[in-house]
Nanobody, 121 residues
């Protein structure tokens, strides 16, 4: 079992920045790929970014160049730096852990409970 807890969400104006953190406990964190997903009201959950155990990362087209994912295996933590935020980035953001850095919900086995990010115009 892996337990994931997100933090760092909040309210920010368009153009601002936020840094989300996800702390893991349980099994060896470094063995897992990590993903960040988001779900806006009335929409399906979608992948934002993923990072492999070795640090290789991928991003969705909608956040490429604005968001950056990183991990600190020693601290059992993965972070998502979000810059140049837009109102359409408003969503609940979830971190997830799985065997490989996929883009599908089914690629991930463990999920946090999410943190709300609201971007005002």
């Amino acid at each position: 079992q892996v337990q994931l807890v997100e933090s760092g969400g909040g309210l920010v104006q368009a153009g601002g920045s936020l840094r989300l953190s996800c702390r893991a406990s349980g099994r060896t964190f470094s063995n897992y790929a990590m993903g960040w997903f988001r779900q806006a009201p009335g929409k399906e959950r979608e992948v934002v970014a993923s990072i492999s155990w070795s640090g290789g990362s991928t991003y969705s087209d909608s956040v490429q160049g604005r968001f950056a994912v990183s991990r600190r295996n020693v601290r059992n933590m993965v972070e998502l730096q979000m810059n140049s935020l837009k109102p359409e980035d408003t969503a609940v953001y979830y971190c997830a852990a799985g065997p490989s850095p996929g883009t599908l919900i089914s690629d991930y086995r463990y999920w946090g409970q999410g943190t709300q990010v609201t971007v005002s115009s």
